[in-house]
């Protein structure tokens, strides 16, 4: 699996691409599949349920109009003037007179024969074995007959069927005739009768239209009586009273929904051929499928044209990202003779963009080239004019041991001052002093500007000595001092105080440098705080000092400055109020 995943990592990203709508069309497709096959079998349970409800309706509508023949024969077998007349013909001994009897009993039955259409005819036959029959009459068998007798016999009283054969395509009911009269009741065997139904008739009238209604009583056929295959084929698979199933029999597929009677125990066949009912369905389906597959072709084609589409570009890209990576801007920036412009979608806006990018790298190449030659020449020319720093620091020391020799004593003070200023300015070792060392450069400056000012000048400093080990960025306090007597000295005719001093605020330790001059304007005190008003001395403005602290402390901490005309000026440096190591 892991190397199937790593394969597909580095694989092409059109052929990812296919992959992708292929597994996404695969997946619809299983959907659609799926759902189909959903809402046909739903359909199908439907179908199969409609047919086993519809055998069912037909099933008890034939079973009853049995029961009403089964009643018919019981009224017939209690009928006062058939038994009467049995009774006679059984203790006669005049053949006349029986065979007046038997006409009047054949009178009787018409009755019967007449007002019941679903008979082909009766049959009866009394004590002496001679048989009477009425209505569409077919010879009957004597093996046959005797065994219809028989079963008869059997049931004492009850009725017996005898199922349809090749002789005879009717259902036979027969039932024993037993003596009784009034509330004497000894049951003597006085005849037999017998109905042949016309179940074709019954069929028709009762079932529905749909499919083949097959009648079978275990594997003896009841309806019809030749049915098209073997009732026998199908009793491994009814398994229960009711229900369906679909039967392979010769070369024909059937659809069989069955019931099974609880009064006879007859089981009821509706029997349709398969395709009958499922042709359209089964085409249906077979159809989806086709046009799935079809859908699935075309969407597959697609995803890769789209997919080559796509890559294309970014192919074409890439060969050239090659050529400016091997320093060819140049032909890296030519599009090739059989290629079109690039069109106005994300891929041609890419393309575009790295052509002006190749454009301006190539441009900038030039004038770096250029730029190159011109700085060889300037550091030719600055190394030409370059004063080394240690020359004029020995310079320096020169005047000092010469201003001593001549007890020159402020000429050396202001000498070693200098030398000292000149030395922490120049050197780029460290950009972060001690509180101590910083202001040991501003005491520097001040006695330089003392020899300047003398008392014009009057410099008070005032700091805690526990806070000489606190870390601030070098050069911060020279150049708020040198502002100071720009601003506020030198315009001055006054004396002019100027104090460095620390407090301490709720989360901050503050430097203050103080000058009681004529202050600023709000606007010109607006643009410095903006930095775009510059400051005079060292040319390291406020905006400069600002960002260095807030580069080596954090954003809570940095410059600010409270200032109005006639009140002086306050700078305040905010540091973290904690000592860091």
């Not at 029997?271 to 699935?296: A, H």
């Not at 007890?407 to 202001?414: A, E, G, H, V, W």
Request: hydrophobic content about 45%; some cysteine; overall charge negative.
């Amino acid at each position: 699996m892991q190397k199937w995943l790593v394969s597909f990592k580095h694989m092409k990203i059109k052929n990812k691409l296919s992959l992708l709508i292929a597994f996404i069309v695969a997946m619809t497709f299983a959907f659609a599949i799926l759902v189909q096959q959903y809402a046909f079998s739903v359909y199908d349970e439907q179908l199969y349920q409609k047919s086993s409800q519809v055998l069912h309706l037909s099933s008890s509508a034939i079973e009853k109009e049995l029961e009403r023949i089964e009643q018919l024969s019981f009224s017939i077998v209690t009928d006062t003037q058939v038994q009467s007349l049995l009774r006679s013909i059984a203790t006669s001994d005049s053949d006349y007179d029986r065979l007046i009897l038997r006409k009047r009993l054949v009178d009787r039955l018409l009755n019967y024969v007449g007002s019941e259409p679903s008979l082909y005819s009766i049959h009866v036959v009394d004590a002496y074995g001679v048989q009477q029959d009425l209505g569409s009459v077919i010879p009957i068998t004597p093996d046959k007959q005797a065994a219809i007798l028989r079963i008869a016999a059997e049931a004492n009283g009850e009725a017996r069927w005898t199922y349809p054969d090749a002789s005879d395509p009717a259902l036979i009911l027969s039932r024993d005739v037993r003596s009784y009269s009034g509330t004497l009741f000894d049951l003597k065997e006085i005849g037999t009768v017998f109905l042949r139904i016309n179940m074709d008739r019954i069929v028709h009238e009762m079932a529905a239209e749909e499919g083949d209604l097959i009648m079978t009583a275990g594997t003896d056929p009841i309806y019809p009586s030749e049915p098209h295959f073997d009732p026998a084929a199908v009793q491994d698979s009814l398994l229960s009273g009711s229900g369906y199933f679909t039967k392979e029999i010769g070369n024909q597929t059937y659809f069989i929904a069955y019931n099974r009677s609880a009064e006879t125990g007859w089981t009821y066949l509706n029997v349709t051929p398969f395709n009958r009912i499922f042709k359209q369905i089964v085409f249906i389906k077979e159809l989806v499928v086709i046009v799935f597959i079809l859908i699935f072709a075309v969407a597959i084609l697609w995803g890769i044209r789209f997919s080559r589409g796509l890559t294309r570009p970014i192919e074409n890209l890439i060969a050239r990202m090659k050529l400016a990576e091997k320093g060819n801007f140049a032909e890296a920036n030519v599009l090739a003779t059989d290629q079109e412009p690039p069109a106005m979608d994300e891929l041609g806006l890419l393309h575009r963009t790295f052509r002006l990018m190749v454009e301006r790298i190539n441009a900038l190449i030039t004038e770096n080239y250029a730029s190159r030659l011109l700085i060889k020449e300037t550091e030719f020319k600055a190394l030409q004019a370059q004063i080394n720093p240690h020359f004029l620091y020995n310079t320096l020391e020169s005047i000092n041991w010469m201003a001593k020799i001549n007890k020159q004593t402020r000429i050396s003070q202001m000498v070693q001052a200098l030398a000292f200023l000149l030395r922490n300015a120049v050197s780029l070792k460290e950009p972060v002093l001690s509180l101590a060392e910083e202001l040991e450069m501003v005491r520097n400056y001040v006695t330089i500007q003392k020899f300047r000012f003398e008392d014009r000048l009057s410099f008070r400093l005032d700091v805690e000595d526990k806070e000489l080990l606190r870390k601030i960025p070098k050069l911060t306090l020279q150049p708020l001092l040198e502002n100071a007597v720009h601003y506020a000295l030198e315009p001055s005719v006054d004396t002019c105080t100027i104090a460095i001093y620390s407090r301490y605020e709720k989360d901050a330790f503050c430097l203050i440098v103080e000058d009681d001059g004529p202050g600023m304007a709000p606007d010109t005190l607006q643009l410095l705080q903006k930095g775009e008003l510059v400051a005079a001395g060292n040319g390291i403005g406020l905006l400069n000092i600002d960002e260095r602290i807030r580069f080596a402390f954090g954003e809570p901490y940095g410059v600010e400055i409270d200032s109005s005309p006639g009140q002086g000026t306050r700078v305040i440096i905010k540091l973290p109020k904690e000592l860091e190591g």
